[in-house]
């Protein structure tokens, strides 16, 4: 590349946390940028998650097992994981891909390739906190809970599978009377559970509104309101045509989330990204609440306790882009939370949906575009989004700046065998 690194100007496609993050690694690094949102800067799937920042939660979805539980699911309207059919002949490729995804084997190798990408996660939020980025982050760890045996030894065996995969983190198991002691808000009906002591949740707002403030004293241009239509070489750069006029830039990172796919598609790269909408309900908590973060296991459900309020985020359900708030969805929710959480009551929620993206194998793509020398991606994340995003953006930054590749994106690249 011919543009130095404190001349490049990096126009950075999409505001979410993954775009927000990939922003200020790269102004950190020297460049000069530019954040291009289609809508307002972390108002879409960055708002309402759950938050969590999970490195042992970095097993992929294409999991063994998780194909014949879909199908078990696939009629209940309330279920963790609902799969609308449609006659989509790409959908449905996209299934039967996802599918050969789920042996062992290319499970434990996605495993290991998110593992290492979040290596240095938690150091990365740390260091957010010490460049002045000011968001609300919680370290009291997460725990897994059960409402029977069975469910939480089947946690304990997957946790300490990822174990032996890589993941550092102390994991400690919990009878029921263990598990109310750490957590009182614990209802009887939990039979136990598995504590991961040094995972942290963020307030997902705080985080994008911490970044935005950051960002902004740094110099980088946000603009709010711009749909980027396409874009074109103009002979060591790029010229992004967009709905406020042409943009241009020495380099791209494209991190639009879902839709990324059409940009990717407008310079030659079919990539099989596919929608997956989430839902979350936002509880006013004055006190009482828990304390840690919680997953509801059998439920599927992750319970976020945040300043004043607490957050109820679950279910995966593939229904194209139709961001509509479904409220058998909504209920089961919330119904979820009564069985595990004592004396609760989630009357006074704020419903959400967002989309989440996910390719076959659940793995997220980071890296050059092929045949766009100067164009990069960052998306694919599902479900890890807040957890990889420092990850991503500092693992991104050298291959945009000094073209210079980071092991941890070799397997996320986006010419890979999704099977």
């Given at each position: 590349?011919?543009?130095?690194?404190?001349?490049?100007?990096?126009?950075?496609?999409?505001?979410?946390?993954?775009?927000l993050?990939?922003?200020?690694?790269l102004?950190?690094?020297?460049?000069?940028?530019t954040?291009?949102d289609?809508?307002?800067?972390?108002?879409?799937?960055s708002?309402?998650?759950g938050?969590?920042?999970?490195p042992?939660l970095?097993?992929?979805?294409?999991?063994?097992?998780?194909?014949?539980?879909?199908?078990?699911w696939?009629?209940?309207?309330?279920?963790?994981?609902l799969?609308r059919?449609?006659?989509?002949?790409?959908?449905?490729?996209?299934?039967?891909?996802?599918?050969?995804n789920?042996?062992?084997?290319?499970?434990?190798?996605?495993?290991?390739?998110?593992?290492?990408?979040?290596?240095p996660?938690?150091?990365?939020?740390?260091?957010?906190r010490?460049?002045?980025?000011?968001?609300?982050?919680?370290e009291?760890?997460l725990?897994?809970?059960?409402?029977?045996?069975?469910?939480?030894?089947?946690?304990?065996?997957?946790l300490s599978?990822?174990?032996?995969?890589?993941?550092p983190?102390?994991?400690?198991?919990?009878?029921?009377?263990?598990?109310r002691?750490?957590?009182?808000?614990?209802?009887?009906?939990?039979?136990?559970?598995?504590?991961?002591?040094?995972?942290?949740?963020?307030?997902?707002?705080?985080l994008?509104?911490?970044?935005?403030r950051?960002?902004?004293?740094?110099?980088?241009?946000?603009?709010?309101?711009v749909?980027v239509?396409?874009?074109?070489?103009?002979?060591?750069?790029?010229?992004?045509?967009?709905?406020?006029?042409?943009?241009?830039?020495?380099?791209?990172?494209?991190?639009?989330g879902?839709?990324s796919?059409g940009?990717?598609?407008?310079?030659?790269?079919?990539?099989?990204?596919e929608?997956?909408?989430?839902?979350?309900v936002?509880?006013?908590?004055?006190?009482?609440g828990?304390?840690?973060?919680?997953?509801?296991q059998?439920?599927?459900?992750?319970?976020?306790?945040?300043?004043?309020s607490?957050?109820l985020?679950?279910?995966?359900?593939?229904?194209?882009?139709?961001?509509?708030?479904?409220?058998?969805?909504?209920?089961?929710?919330?119904?979820a939370?009564?069985?595990?959480?004592?004396?609760?009551?989630?009357?006074?929620?704020?419903p959400?949906?967002g989309l989440?993206?996910?390719?076959?194998?659940a793995?997220?793509?980071?890296?050059?575009?092929?045949?766009a020398?100067g164009?990069?991606?960052?998306t694919?994340?599902?479900?890890l989004?807040?957890?990889?995003?420092?990850?991503?953006a500092?693992?991104?930054?050298?291959?945009?700046?000094?073209?210079?590749?980071?092991?941890?994106?070799?397997p996320?690249?986006?010419?890979?065998?999704?099977?």
């Open positions: 590349m011919s543009t130095t690194a404190s001349a490049a100007h990096v126009v950075v496609v999409g505001g979410g946390v993954i775009g993050s990939c922003a200020f690694s102004r950190q690094a020297g460049a000069e940028v954040v291009l289609r809508g307002v800067c972390g108002q879409a799937t708002l309402g998650n938050g969590w920042i999970t042992s970095s097993a992929p979805l294409a999991a063994p097992g998780v194909i014949r539980q879909a199908l078990r696939m009629l209940d309207p309330k279920s963790p994981l799969v059919p449609r006659l989509d002949r790409a959908f449905l490729a996209w299934l039967l891909r996802f599918a050969r789920t042996t062992p084997a290319r499970y434990e190798a996605g495993a290991r390739a998110v593992l290492a990408l979040n290596e996660t938690l150091r990365l939020f740390d260091a957010f010490d460049a002045g980025v000011d968001f609300e982050m919680h009291s760890g725990v897994f809970v059960a409402l029977d045996d069975a469910h939480v030894a089947e946690e304990w065996e997957l599978q990822l174990a032996t995969l890589g993941y983190g102390r994991l400690e198991l919990l009878d029921s009377r263990a598990a002691v750490l957590e009182p808000a614990l209802s009887g009906a939990v039979a136990g559970g598995v504590y991961a002591g040094e995972e942290r949740h963020v307030q997902p707002q705080t994008t509104a911490g970044l935005l950051w960002l902004g004293e740094a110099g980088v241009e946000i603009r709010d309101g749909s239509e396409g874009m074109s070489a103009t002979g060591g750069g790029w010229r992004l045509r967009t709905s406020t006029g042409p943009v241009d830039a020495d380099r791209v990172v494209v991190a639009a879902i839709w796919r940009l990717l598609e407008g310079l030659g790269a079919r990539v099989p990204l929608a997956a909408k989430g839902y979350s936002t509880v006013p908590m004055r006190g009482g828990p304390r840690h973060a919680l997953m509801l059998e439920a599927k459900v992750g319970v976020s306790p945040f300043h004043g607490l957050r985020s679950g279910t995966l359900e593939f229904a194209g882009e139709d961001l509509r708030l479904d409220p058998r969805r909504i209920a089961a929710i919330v119904e939370a009564g069985r595990y959480l004592e004396g609760f009551s989630g009357n006074e929620g704020t959400w949906a989440r993206q996910l390719l076959p194998d793995l997220p793509i980071i890296g050059r575009v092929p045949g020398p164009v990069f991606v960052a694919g994340h599902g479900m989004g807040i957890t990889l995003a420092p990850a991503t500092d693992a991104l930054t050298p291959l945009v700046l000094e073209d210079r590749m980071v092991a941890a994106l070799e996320l690249a986006v010419d890979r065998r999704y099977a």
